[in-house]
């Protein structure tokens, strides 16, 4: 008899995105690698939804705007928030989040201010170059958040990328995870319906997989 999967906790985080000198790009913090989860990982500004925050989706901007504060000093409105992604983890895993991922344009000559001890460090990049660092594995990245800079890197501007969020919460992406030839794979369904299987290597999922169609 299988395990009932933990019921996953509301979260939220923020793209916070800007035109830049390279072009379209985003902000991202460095995890400290003394973390438990995610250490050293180059993320989004995001955390739990907390009480305080409100109930139901409702509560969901309103974390968004009170995390992007406290971990990188930049005030956005919770108005200027536009859901753009949601992942909810695999139901195998012990620890579970239902993510709400949102864009919002950087305010005019915003910079990171950084809290020095859950992010270390921060940098505004293109989400090409973030995935080619990723590549060469000069940067750690979660699973979601290459899916995520694979869907913005299409986009030229900050107006584009903004014009092309759904109205309303997006579908949740739920990943399987499976193995093969003892590599665990996470697998999500493509654009044509079809699954997508992402195979990890040597690493663990979710910081260098390969794209493997079947």
Same mark, same amino acid.
Do not use: N
């Given at each position: +008899?299988?395990?009932?999967? !933990?019921?996953?906790? +509301?979260? #939220?985080?923020?793209?916070? %995105?800007?035109?830049?000198?390279?072009?379209?790009?985003?902000?991202?913090?460095?995890?400290?690698?003394?973390?438990?989860?995610?250490?050293?990982?180059? !993320?989004?500004?995001? =955390? /739990? !939804?907390?009480?305080?925050?409100?109930?139901?989706?409702?509560?969901?901007?309103?974390? &968004?705007? /009170?995390?992007?504060?406290?971990?990188?000093?930049?005030?956005?409105?919770?108005?200027?928030? /536009? #859901?753009?992604? /949601?992942?909810?983890?695999?139901?195998?895993?012990?620890?579970?989040?239902?993510?709400?991922?949102?864009?919002?344009?950087?305010?005019?000559?915003?910079? &990171?201010?950084?809290?020095?001890?859950?992010?270390?460090?921060?940098?505004? #990049?293109?989400?090409? &170059?973030?995935?080619?660092?990723?590549?060469? =594995?000069?940067?750690?990245?979660?699973?979601?958040?290459?899916?995520?800079?694979?869907?913005?890197?299409?986009?030229?501007? !900050? &107006?584009?990328?903004?014009?092309?969020?759904?109205?309303?919460?997006?579908? #949740?992406?739920?990943? %399987?995870?499976?193995?093969?030839?003892?590599?665990?794979?996470?697998?999500?369904?493509?654009?044509?319906?079809?699954?997508?299987?992402?195979?990890?290597?040597?690493?663990?999922?979710?910081?260098?997989?390969?794209?493997?169609?079947?």
């Amino acid at each position: +008899m299988s395990e009932t999967p !933990v019921t996953p906790k +509301m979260a #939220a985080a923020v793209i916070v %995105v800007r035109d830049g000198p390279d072009g379209f790009e985003v902000l991202v913090g460095q995890r400290t690698p003394k973390a438990k989860f995610m250490g050293g990982f180059w !993320v989004f500004p995001g =955390g /739990r !939804v907390d009480p305080e925050d409100g109930d139901g989706e409702a509560a969901w901007p309103v974390a &968004a705007a /009170r995390e992007v504060r406290e971990e990188v000093g930049i005030e956005i409105p919770v108005d200027a928030l /536009r #859901a753009f992604d /949601r992942w909810v983890t695999p139901e195998a895993l012990p620890r579970r989040f239902d993510t709400v991922f949102f864009l919002a344009p950087a305010p005019a000559g915003a910079e &990171a201010a950084i809290d020095g001890e859950e992010i270390v460090d921060s940098r505004w #990049a293109t989400p090409a &170059a973030l995935l080619r660092d990723a590549a060469e =594995g000069t940067a750690v990245l979660a699973f979601p958040t290459m899916r995520q800079l694979e869907a913005l890197a299409v986009h030229a501007s !900050v &107006a584009d990328a903004l014009s092309a969020c759904p109205d309303g919460l997006p579908d #949740a992406t739920l990943p %399987v995870i499976s193995e093969q030839e003892g590599d665990p794979v996470l697998s999500i369904p493509g654009p044509d319906g079809d699954l997508v299987h992402y195979r990890s290597g040597a690493i663990p999922v979710g910081e260098r997989p390969q794209d493997l169609k079947g």
